[in-house]
């Protein structure tokens, strides 16, 4: 039985990887760790907006972080983060196959 508890925090779960932004942070951390400024660059987007919303993330548990002198390193926080952005994308491309494949960079 899922107590209301745990539909409370899945929900707000959910509301986090309800952003865009977010989604595409986790997508550029799945299977490398970077750095908010590399972040900043391949994503087009400040490093203050990175900077917020990896907060975020790390406030979900989604994201862990690591200072190493001027630099913080981020990287997912397990292979759970990487199985439901992929679950997902797997699961819209079936119900709209038109929908096309994303490239890595």
Known sequence: MI????FDTLGEFFRIL?????????YALEGKTQCVGE?????????????HQLRLLRQARLVTSKREGKHVF?????????S???QG???LREIDPSLPSPTKE
């Open 18 to 26: 309800g952003d865009p932004t977010r989604l595409r942070i986790l």
């Open 84 to 86: 439901i952005l992929r």
């Open 3 to 6: 107590t209301n508890e745990e």
């Open 39 to 51: 972040l900043s660059v391949s994503l087009g987007l400040t490093q203050s907006n990175i900077s």
């Open 74 to 82: 981020c990287s997912l926080s397990d292979d759970h983060v990487s």
């Open 89 to 91: 994308l797997t699961h």
